[in-house]
Each structure stands twice: as structure tokens, then as C-alpha cells.
């Protein structure tokens, strides 16, 4: 089984094009949301600007995501400002508030072909603990003015077709989108007003001389004033440049063929996203051909996965107990960036140059924001308008245990719940 993104995306641009040794104003290192935004604001201002990319656009946690499009992140008002203080705290919750705006305007001024949805997104309670916990997140939500509606069990069960929920928390900010349709569709923009991107051209060195950047593919060299490292989970450059430690965390998705419009009558008919209060969270949500798509933590190429497989047969027996036997016909998984403290990182490791990775679990509005704005922050060389405040280094202890525990406790939860459900 394949990723059902990459089968179904109507967005098809060429990056293929040799690579010669130049010179540019930004060089982007990444070809997910976060490198494409950066280019494509890069590009607006009439900067030249080049991407690398080792593999192709998207391929990475871009093109392997569930396509919800957040706002904020999945931690709590209070924890945020607990965490950054609260001028910082308050910042970054208004500048990802507000970035779906962001996405769903790009998408409709540039008319990319990501079949966008925005009818909300529905955090559902799978437990009464869960809606104490929704019940606790709304009254918060409610002190920075946040659009949000809480949803009793009965009227949860009309919007999502299954009566397994407790209740839910609706923003009507969120929506949906095919996410990788949506990445490639940000490059095929910048491309056009005058970016340079480059697929598999895979970074080898990169190196600083007489304040320039020089960074290597293979033997061809590429000299930058700004550099932009932008590969969030999939960092694979030298240890000297692998700017960050984080925790990664698998996520896998299957997809069932489309369903008919009487399989489909129930389910979802305002196509929210949704996602549930569990530790070890699932997903579900419609595409735009009437597939279900189920997520959950986990690796699904991994040693675990029939265990996640035969835990996505009976999620979705569990959730829509009226549905025939239908079985999933595409299966892939993506790895996500974890910080310790879950807020995102900007590190600005030496003078003209940023890194941006940690989104958690929140790459698509996140990632465009930060893109666009560590875009315009290095070209203006005016850091102050990044929407959480770039530090100079960061480092974790314990990554490689944590991720080894994280697919343990995601291989043991989703086998136990096999046997309940």
C-alpha cells in the first residue's frame, strides 16, 4: 500500500532542472511547508532565492500529513504563556490564530489545487476525562477570544456519524486540505515568480567564509548572504549543522477506497477534521473523493506495523459499526519533530542564518507562517517580527530513547486497544 497524497495530487509541477555552482541573496535548505512558504515570500519580494531539496517537494512530513489545518498549537493558552512568558506567550498564540487565514488565502489568491475544506475542525473527547479537559481548553479559549464552540454528545454524533464520543470542541478557524498538493502548489508559485528549486539535490557541507554561506551538493557550490535550514523531522545534514536536538515521533495514516454516498450519508457531512483527546492520539477525517482516513502514533513500515494496521481495521469498525467490511487501500506514515516543551523552535545559530523545526504535530499553518516570516526576517535582517523569538542554540538530552519509547508506547497502546475494541 502506498501514500495515497502522492497518487492523488493534482498538483504536478516540474522541478527537475540541472544544478550549477551560483550565487544567490537566501538559500532554503527543505522543500516542505516550511521551505516553499520562505521561497515563495522570498520570491514576492523580489529576492533571489534558491531551495534544495534531497528528495522531492513534499516529501518529507509535508506530504505525509493528516492535512488539518490548526490554529495554534495543541497546547493550552496557559501552558503556552507558562512556557514563554506572557508577551511571547500571547504573540505566538495570535500570530498562529490567525495563520489558517494565511493558508487558505494563499491557497485562493494562487489557486492551488489542494482541495481546501474549511468547515472547522472537531477535537473530540473519547473518555469523561477528556471532556473535562475540552470543557477546560473552551474556558480558555474564551479568554484570548477564540471562536470556539463546545459541543454536547448528541449534536458530536450528528456532525461526525459515530456515537463514541463524549463530546466535542469545534474551530472554525481549522479546515482540511491534501497536503502534499497543497506544498507542492507553494513551490510551483515561487517557481514562477522567480524561485530556483531544486529536487534530489542533497546538501553535503555547508560552511561560512568571508560572511558568505557556502553550502555543497557534492561539488557544485552555492553561495549565500542568508541561509534558511528548514527540514524540521527530516534534518540529515553534518553533525556540525544539524542545528537542534528533537524527539521524533512516527505518525501513520490508512485510507479506505471512496465511499459510496450511502456509506457516506452519516459520516461527517461537513467534512471537519478530527482528532481525540487520547494520549496516544487517533485522527479521522474525509478527502475530497469521499476516502475515510484514519491516523494514529505509530510507524507503519515499521516492526509494529500489523499491530497498527489491525488497530486501524478495528478503529474504523469501532467508530462506523454500520459500515460493510471495507478495507484500507493506502497505508504510509511520516515522522514528526518533538520538542521537550512541544513550542516550536527558530534558532539562529550564526549571524544571517536560521533554523526552524519542532511544530509538534502542527506542521501546515505553523510551518507557513514561520516560513514566510524567517523569510522576511533574514532578508530585512530584522529578527523581531518572528512570531516566537529566535535563540541562539538549542539541545535536548535522551532523543534517540525518547523516540524508541514513543513507538513502543504507541506499538503496546494500539495492540491493547485492538483486543477492546
Same mark, same amino acid.
Given at each position: %500500500? ?6 492523488t495530487?493534482?498538483?504536478k509541477?516540474?522541478?527537475?532542472q ?15 511547508f ?5 521561497a ?27 492535512? $488539518?489545518?490548526?490554529?495554534?498549537l ?17 504573540? =505566538?498564540?495570535?500570530? $498562529?490564530g490567525s495563520?489558517p487565514?494565511?493558508?487558505?488565502s494563499?491557497?485562493?489568491e494562487?489557486k ?13 473527547a473519547?473518555?469523561?476525562?477528556? %471532556? ?8 480558555q479559549?474564551q ?24 463530546g466535542?470542541?469545534?474551530?472554525p ?6 497536503p502534499?498538493?497543497y ?7 515561487a ?5 530556483k ?20 551538493v557534492q ?20 553533525k ?18 471512496? =465511499? ?8 461527517? +457531512? ?38 497498527? $494496521?489491525n488497530w ?6 469501532d467508530?462506523f ?9 493506502h ?6 519533530? %518533538? ?26 499553518? +505553523?510551518g ?9 526576517? $533574514? ?9 516566537v ?7 535536548e ?10 513507538? %513502543? ?13
Open positions: %500500500m502506498s501514500n495515497l497524497w502522492e497518487n495530487s493534482k498538483e509541477a516540474n522541478f527537475s540541472p544544478l550549477k555552482s551560483q550565487t544567490t541573496d537566501l538559500l532554503i535548505v527543505g522543500g516542505g516550511t521551505g516553499c512558504s520562505a515563495l515570500e522570498a520570491a514576492k519580494q523580489g529576492a533571489n532565492v534558491i531551495l534544495l531539496e534531497c528528495a522531492n517537494i513534499g516529501f518529507g512530513g509535508s506530504g505525509r500529513n493528516v492535512g $488539518l489545518v490548526n490554529a495554534g495543541w497546547l493550552p493558552p496557559k501552558t503556552i504563556i507558562s512556557i514563554l512568558g506572557k508577551k511571547q506567550g500571547e504573540h =505566538l498564540i495570535s500570530a $498562529l495563520a487565514d494565511l493558508v487558505f494563499i491557497i485562493e494562487n492551488i489545487k489542494c482541495d481546501p475544506e474549511r468547515n472547522g475542525t472537531l477535537h473530540c473519547h473518555s469523561e476525562n477528556g %471532556m473535562e479537559y475540552l470543557i477546560e481548553r473552551f474556558e479559549g479568554l484570548f477570544e477564540e471562536p470556539l464552540a463546545l459541543i454536547d454528545k448528541t449534536e458530536t454524533e450528528n456532525k461526525i456519524g459515530s456515537a463514541k464520543f463524549m466535542s470542541l469545534h474551530d478557524r481549522a479546515g482540511t486540505i491534501h502534499l498538493a506544498c507542492r502548489g507553494l513551490a510551483r508559485i517557481k514562477e515568480l522567480g524561485a528549486i531544486y529536487e534530489k539535490a542533497k546538501v553535503s557541507r555547508i560552511r561560512k567564509q568571508n560572511g558568505m554561506w557556502q553550502t555543497y561539488d557544485v557550490e552555492i553561495k549565500s548572504k542568508y541561509l534558511l535550514l528548514a527540514m524540521n523531522a527530516y534534518q540529515d545534514l553534518d556540525a549543522h544539524n542545528i537542534g536536538k528533537f524527539s521524533t515521533v512516527y505518525y501513520s495514516q490508512f485510507a479506505t477506497r471512496p =465511499l459510496n454516498s450511502n456509506e457516506m450519508s452519516t459520516i461527517l +457531512p461537513g467534512k471537519e477534521g478530527c482528532w481525540d483527546t487520547a494520549t496516544i492520539m487517533s485522527s479521522f477525517r474525509v478527502d475530497d473523493a469521499g476516502r475515510l482516513i484514519i491516523g494514529t502514533m505509530g510507524n507503519s513500515e515499521g516492526f509494529g506495523k500489523y499491530i497498527h $494496521l486501524a481495521n478495528k478503529k474504523l469498525k467508530l459499526p454500520f459500515l460493510p467490511d471495507v478495507e484500507f487501500t497505508r504510509w506514515s511520516g515522522k514528526i519533530a %518533538m520538542t521537550r516543551d512541544h513550542i516550536p523552535k527558530i534558532v539562529n545559530f550564526e549571524e544571517n542564518a536560521l533554523s526552524c523545526f519542532g511544530y509538534s504535530g502542527r506542521g501546515i499553518a +505553523p507557513t507562517l514561520f516560513g514566510k516570516t524567517c523569510a522576511s526576517a $533574514l532578508l530585512t535582517e530584522n529578527l523581531s517580527m518572528l512570531p523569538s529566535a535563540i541562539l542554540q538549542y539541545k538530552s535522551f532523543t534517540r530513547q525518547k523516540t524508541t519509547f514513543y513507538e %513502543m508506547a504507541a506499538v503496546a497502546n494500539n495492540s491493547l486497544k485492538s483486543l477492546r475494541m
